[in-house]
């Protein structure tokens, strides 16, 4: 077991790069599948999770490379139709393989995820949707398995705007025989890209990053090479780094129109934002005690969901109460028990936390329950006294490339450390 161990008090200073969208570039690589040939995938960030989707594609026959940040996949005439749970349960986005392999092969097993950390996550939309296009889905044995000798084009009424349901959909659509149409559709970032990647393909699809899409179906579609969409929520991190630290972190490479909403809750705590031209990014200064705000997260163009660790731990070094609203995931308030631990003064009630902000948190040994609330109880410790280990590190490397030294070039006084696991406080 590996844990980072943080010294508070620095402020975090200097400039980050951001790389590609963790959630793109997952599902743009499950989008490969619908083309047999080479799809090119740049601005690929070196994570863990493109490690564990890359062999989830290896099992299915493709031949896939990384170099720099340049993802190459050979996908063959045939790829295989099953994922199975060693992979599944390692990260729920290989369920995005379901859509692309029926409606390539007309046949997928995939192995059911079940929950995990941050709440119970259903795929019934995912079934719901696809049975509309014709599919024919059963559950067996842990496994969902769906048959379909061609899709067909169906409306589709989501209950709740899904990102995993509208791309899962969309890529079933792309090759379904008639029109789709997807109503109530995510219109995150994310599945603007995975529009642009599969209308490059030679998809048919209208209405990307609206609430309805409409995909007219093709027979065959042709591997392309694409650039995938910078990080928002790894932007929004270090944004959010920057005002809880009290820094100035300039984050090249992000896209501010992505996260309107995230900057507009820093500039109302009272930071300073500097927005550098198209494609450079912005820079983050904040010199004085944050002053408190109230955050809602809710669907794109909401408060992203996997920013509330964000919000919470700026609530809890601010300057009087917040009100942090969590409407997504059921269990994300998890974070709050660790943050609780290094001081944090939260109470919630349903899904409402109340946090009344205290100056400094107080080191303590903690752990990462995953990818956000990991990279969060990292930075919280930079703003508490003494020393914090945050303790299941393999969290952060999920969806976080090169933290450490990225940490050390902003001034973190941080280092990692290999604990056997009898060692752990815990
Ligand atoms: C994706 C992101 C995740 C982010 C989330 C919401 C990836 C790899 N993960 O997750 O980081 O927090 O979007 O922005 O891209 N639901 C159902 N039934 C379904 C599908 C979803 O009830 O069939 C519910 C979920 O339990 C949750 C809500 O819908 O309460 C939103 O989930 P969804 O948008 O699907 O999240 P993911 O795509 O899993």
Redesign the pocket.
């Known amino acids: 077991m590996e844990l980072f161990r943080v010294t508070g008090g620095t402020p975090l200073v200097g400039e980050v790069s951001v790389a590609g969208a963790?959630?793109?570039v997952?599902?743009l690589m499950a989008a490969a599948l619908l083309a047999e040939g080479r799809t090119v995938l740049s601005n690929t960030p070196r994570i863990l999770?493109v490690t564990i989707m890359s062999e989830v594609l290896r099992r299915l026959g493709c031949d896939v490379s990384i170099e720099a940040d340049v993802l190459t996949i050979d996908v063959p005439s045939e790829p295989g139709t099953e994922a199975d749970y060693d992979l599944v349960r390692r990260m729920?986005?290989s369920i995005?393989v379901l859509g692309p392999l029926l409606a390539r092969r007309g046949e997928v097993r995939v192995a059911h995820p079940g929950g995990d950390a941050?709440?119970?996550?259903?795929?019934?939309?995912?079934?719901?949707g696809l049975k509309r296009m014709g599919a024919e889905i059963t559950s067996e044995h842990g496994f969902v398995i769906a048959r379909a000798d061609r899709l067909h084009g169906a409306t589709i009424w989501l209950?709740?705007?899904?990102?995993?349901?509208?791309?899962n959909l969309l890529m079933a659509a792309v090759l379904a025989k008639g029109t789709t149409v997807i109503d109530n559709a995510?219109r995150?970032p994310?599945i603007v890209d995975i529009c642009s990647l599969l209308v490059s393909m030679g998809a048919k699809i209208t209405g990307a990053g609206t609430s309805t899409l409409e995909i007219e179906g093709v027979d065959s579609l042709r591997p392309v090479a694409h650039r995938v969409v910078p990080d928002r929520?790894v932007s929004g991190t270090w944004a959010f780094a920057a005002a809880i630290t009290r820094g100035d972190i300039t984050i090249r490479g992000a896209e501010p129109t992505h996260m309107e909403i995230a900057l507009d809750k820093l500039h109302s705590c009272g930071a300073d934002i500097h927005l550098l031209g198209p494609g450079e990014g912005f820079r983050v200064r904040m010199s004085e005690r944050p002053k408190a705000v109230d955050v809602v997260t809710l669907?794109?163009p909401g408060f992203?969901?996997?920013m509330l660790p964000m919000a919470i731990t700026l609530a809890a070094v601010a300057d009087g109460p917040s009100m942090v609203t969590e409407n997504?995931?059921?269990a994300r308030f998890m974070f709050i028990n660790e943050m609780l631990r290094l001081g944090a003064d939260v109470r919630t009630d349903g899904h409402h936390a109340v946090v009344r902000g205290k100056e400094w948190l107080s080191g303590a040994p903690v752990k990462a329950t995953d990818i956000r609330a990991g990279v969060m109880l990292v930075i919280a410790g930079l703003r508490a006294d003494g020393v914090t280990e945050v303790s299941d590190a393999y969290h952060i490397d999920r969806g976080y490339p090169d933290f450490l030294a990225q940490m050390k070039g902003l001034g973190a006084d941080i280092e990692r450390i290999a604990v056997p696991d009898d060692a752990l406080p815990f």
């Not at 941050?118 to 719901?128: E, K, Q």
């Not at 209950?159 to 995993?164: E, I, M, N």
């Open positions: 963790k959630n793109s997952l599902k999770d729920r986005a995005n941050i709440g119970s996550r259903g795929l019934d939309y995912h079934i719901a209950d709740f705007p899904s990102v995993g349901a509208t791309e995510a995150e994310d929520i669907p794109y992203a969901t996997d997504v995931f059921d």
